[in-house]
């Protein structure tokens, strides 16, 4: 009977240890953020991924990588104590088209699995169409002829 007791305080022990330490939550619903359709020449394709420690030990975020150079992420340099938030900044070049990115955090997270958690950003890059002068003009028809 002793033996059981011993046993089941080693597991209960294992799994309240398993529990603790960093845990990274983002604000952003699925991890996404949506440019939505953006002109080209007035959007600076800047944007901002929150997150929150919500763990019981310092969050340190080991790396930040984008699956193209297009995209440049940032990532914080200081750890993010329990309770307090960070933010990981993400540049798209703004090439007109789809946008449709993927950035990888690596972290000391314990609630996703190996630390890694995958962001991704979507929307579409338009350009304003320029209206030529000259174009226009020869569309004019002349009341001379």
């Given at each position: 009977m002793k033996k059981l007791y011993?046993?089941?305080?080693?597991?209960?022990?294992?799994?309240?240890?398993?529990?603790?330490?960093?845990?990274?939550?983002?604000?952003a619903k699925d991890n996404t953020v949506d440019?939505?359709?953006?002109y080209r020449d007035s959007d600076s394709g800047m944007r901002t991924f929150e997150f929150k420690n919500t763990g019981d030990a310092p969050l340190i975020i080991t790396n930040v990588q984008s699956t193209c150079g297009c995209t440049v992420p940032s990532k914080p340099t200081e750890p993010i104590m329990p309770g307090k938030t960070?933010?990981?900044?993400?540049?798209?070049?703004m090439s007109p088209?789809?946008?449709?990115?993927t950035i990888t955090v690596e972290s000391n997270a314990v609630n996703v699995e190996g630390g890694r958690v995958a962001l991704k950003i979507k929307g579409e890059v338009i350009v304003k169409e320029s209206v030529n002068i000259l174009e226009k003009k020869k569309g004019i028809i002349s009341s001379d002829n």
């Open positions: 011993v046993l089941f305080a080693f597991v209960s022990f294992a799994f309240s240890a398993a529990a603790q330490g960093a845990k990274i939550e983002f604000m440019y939505g359709s953006v960070g933010k990981i900044d993400v540049k798209y070049n088209g789809p946008i449709r990115k």
